[in-house]
């Protein structure tokens, strides 16, 4: 064997000898192999396993086969013991490959399942996010649309106003077009506000510099998805990021600041003050706390008064309780011939608590 690997000649030998084995792994140029065989069915699985040398399975197969166990007994006691060690070494090292191959196989198999999740991901935070601006683009023109009917609503009532002999009443207008007009600014900022949510991914510029926080809104262009944040752990350089329905913790590194949260101020109540005769009710009914036949009754006296000194709207309390005097409100409402329009409060103006009216012109 020497001589043939001196002289370069690629050589395949078969042997039973563990010397040649042990000559195999010590020496330059020469590499130990096998081919597995099952025990089991007396055959080869045609495996090739390189670098590990085989094992003589002789007497195994001698006592499969039904030679006279004596005989198989005295012959495996005539093998030298450090050949037997080194057979079992072999077994061992055999299932320890086995077992390295199955943990490598379900590692990889795992790995393709989450490459698979993080597409199925993927793709549902997209759709996720393409409703959302959707619902944001038609939440941003209802309430553009909605702005313009209340500005031309706000100039017809200020030529009217104007058309009105001068007085008490007609500087009760004249100061709550003027706070309208503020309010209906207010609305506009929020409006704004609306468009600035719709975060859309860009270039490095369009990032807004400054520490993330809760509130902000944020762009992940990993996972090519807006959300905003939740919580910051500023121990372990993570965050909390709500993408879609999904509730998520990423490294703030692999978070791209797009908009600061907003912080919305508090409505300002808007109330008239008058002085002579025909005083204004004010923009709001406050029924909280009353038992609903005395809420209704000042609800009627209070819906006269604000359509005598022509309020175009107005803002009924209720609060929630019981319900019994939300639903009787809404019910008069419903039916009042001085109504026109009417629902019930969003988020900034006191939510369900609270119904929103809007007045017919007289």
Known sequence: LDNLRDRGITTF??????DLKLYAHNTPGVRNASVEFDVETLSPTYELSIGLPGRSNALTIARRLGVNPVIVEQAEAT???DTLQADKLLDDIRRAKQDALEIAERARARERQGQLLEADLRHQLAQIEQARRAVIGETRDL???ELEEARKEIEQLRRQARSTPFGATAGAHEEFLTRAEKELSRRKDAVESVNQRVVVPGNAEEQVAGPIEIGDLVWVASLQASGEVL???????????QLGNFRLKLPIKRLELRQKAVKEAPAAAVKIQSSGPGPSPGMELDLRGERVEEGLDRLERYLNDAY??????????HGHGTGAMKSAVRDVLKRHPL???MRAGEGNEGGDGVTMVKLVSS
Not at 235 to 240: C, I, K, M, N, R
């Open 143 to 145: 309430m553009q649309a």
């Open 79 to 81: 093998v030298r013991p």
């Open 308 to 317: 005598r000194v022509r309020l175009p709207f107005i803002r009924i309390i």
């Open 231 to 241: 919580a910051v752990y500023d121990a372990s350089g993570e965050a909390d990021v």
């Open 339 to 341: 109504v026109g329009s």
């Open 13 to 18: 030998a078969t042997t039973h000898y563990s």
